[in-house]
């Protein structure tokens, strides 16, 4: 797929990710853990009834330059044994709040690198959780692992312990690459992994990569992603390198090496995408891929894709999403609640009984009608006027006027060969997929109003 340079140019505007609806930068201080506590009470009579679990493991060994994730560097097996006390107290402290009849679909383990844990401290807070919750017939059970901190007894353990998808940050097969950005290189070979997970028949494996890091160049990450499709995992994803030094300090060290310029950058996307298609995977959103019997493929056909912070999800495993650890985002219909963002202030809080709510936002009626909109287009690139309108209980005159639909806009698109629409639904193009954050803006009738800054499209 070559995207067109001219629509590149017209497209590079600033817009939200919508990662969710409305945008985390709209999360106000002035939502506090009261209001959390109440939203979690209120959220007990909003659908989906299904639970997902995030767990936020902070701790990395080593700081990986061009990290964008919340970490706290330490092996200080002190502060991590005060802050899973603490992780289990806040457990503890929500569950009396959630009706008993409701069932747990998923639990995320994110982090940080929730494997710098030992397993032993792992498989006890999986036991609290089991103990504690109900769960539905089929659950996901997911880790996010650093692979250069794993080993085969511990894999083994995970997948005892009911992980059912481990998901692998390889980043990049080349080690002058990993060098480059600090990134510690895994004594075990990735191959091996993906190999005894998939053999367990228990569970299923995703990789990580990113792109756009120091001394990646075209080839050689298509290199790298020819070697990944060998290794056959469910999941593949290839995230493109965000870089933010004014928010993450230690990516400007990666200027000094020299950043992949951006039309190098897309290149190795365009190739991405090629080869993973070629190789039989379907495209999942921008940057995920799938084997094609995978859920997520078969509900993308369906266009039952659902999402929330953790990732891609379907109707199945979809729950509003109680969010444990520092910086965790609890993302339930009515509104978002962000966690405290260093262990310190998280573990003072908690072992106080209180909430650590740093921010959030309480969604209004109007915005969750926007936002299922949104949803569908992020997820499913189609909308169904009607349906959309029966979900959300109102008329399709009452959602147009919501979404300030207009037709001329949609024309434009369809005239840069993204979308096709009649007066019943909407179909992004394959083209459109790639400009889908656009397509999306022009359905979020407060963006122009609110005033807040967003990264580029593209
Ligand atoms: C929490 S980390 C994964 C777990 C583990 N700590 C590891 O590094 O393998 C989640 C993923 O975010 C991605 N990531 C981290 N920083 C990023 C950045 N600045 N831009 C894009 N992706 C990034 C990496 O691919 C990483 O695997
Ligand atoms: S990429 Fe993973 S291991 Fe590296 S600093 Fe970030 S969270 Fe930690």
């Known amino acids: 797929m070559n995207i067109p340079e001219h629509l590149i140019e ?9 990662t969710s609806y409305p945008p985390a930068n709209f999360f106000s201080i002035d939502y506090t853990g009261k209001d959390y506590r109440e939203a979690v009470v209120l959220s007990n009579e909003d659908e989906p009834q299904n639970i997902s679990i995030y767990l936020h493991i902070p701790f ?21 044994a005060e802050y899973l006390e603490a992780l289990k107290s806040e457990i503890l402290m929500l569950k009396p709040l959630l009706n ?9 383990w994110g982090g940080g690198t929730p494997n710098s844990l030992r397993i032993d401290q792992i498989e006890d807070i999986m036991e609290l959780i089991y103990k504690h919750f109900q769960f539905i017939d089929q659950p996901e059970i997911a880790i996010e692992c650093n692979p250069a901190h794993l080993d085969h007894g511990y894999t083994e353990r995970l997948i005892a312990a009911g992980f059912n998808r481990i998901s692998l940050g390889i980043q990049d097969f080349s080690e002058k690459v990993l060098n480059g950005v600090n990134r510690e290189i895994p004594a075990i070979p990735a191959a091996d992994f993906v190999r005894q997970i998939q053999a367990s028949g228990k569970a299923k494996v995703n990789l990580d990569f990113i792109y756009g890091l120091p001394h990646q160049t075209i080839s ?8 990944a499709i060998q290794l056959q995992p469910d999941r593949l994803v290839t995230f493109s390198y965000a870089h933010v030094p004014n928010i993450k300090k230690s990516q400007k060290i990666l200027e000094k090496a020299g950043l992949v310029p951006p039309a190098e950058k897309l290149r190795m996307f365009e190739n991405t995408y090629e080869l993973m298609k ?18 997520l493929a078969v509900a993308l056909k ?6 929330n912070f953790q990732g891609y999800c379907t109707r199945e495993t979809t729950g509003q999403v109680y969010a444990f650890g520092t910086t965790g985002i609890s993302q339930l219909e009515n509104g978002y609640a962000q966690n405290a963002k260093t262990v310190s202030r998280y573990i003072e809080l908690i072992n106080k009984g209180e909430f650590t709510t740093e921010k959030g936002y309480a969604v209004t009626a109007g915005q969750k009608i926007i ?13 169904s006027w009607p349906a ?29 060969n993204l979308l096709n629409f009649d007066r019943d639904q909407v179909i992004v193009t394959e083209l459109g997929r790639f400009f889908i954050r656009n397509i999306a803006a022009s359905f979020d009738a407060g963006l122009n109003k609110t005033g807040k800054t967003f990264s580029k499209a593209l």
């Open 220 to 227: 050689s990450f298509s290199e790298t992603m020819e070697r």
């Open 278 to 295: 070629s190789a039989g995977y379907v495209p999942i959103g921008l940057d995920h891929f799938a084997k094609a019997d995978d859920e």
């Open 10 to 18: 017209k497209y590079n505007v600033p817009v939200p990710r919508y």
């Open 302 to 307: 369906n266009r039952s894709l659902h999402r």
């Open 60 to 80: 990395c060994a080593q700081l990986c330059h061009y990290c964008g994730c919340n970490t706290h560097i330490t092996r200080n097996e002190q502060i991590k």
């Open 388 to 416: 959309a309108a029966e979900k959300m209980n109102i008329s399709e005159e009452q959602l147009k006027q919501v979404i300030s639909y207009d037709e001329s806009v949609l024309e434009a698109f369809k005239s840069d």
């Open 371 to 383: 936002r299922h909109v949104i949803n569908e287009m992020m997820c499913n690139q189609y909308i």
């Open 100 to 108: 008993g009849n409701r069932r747990v679909s998923q639990v995320h």
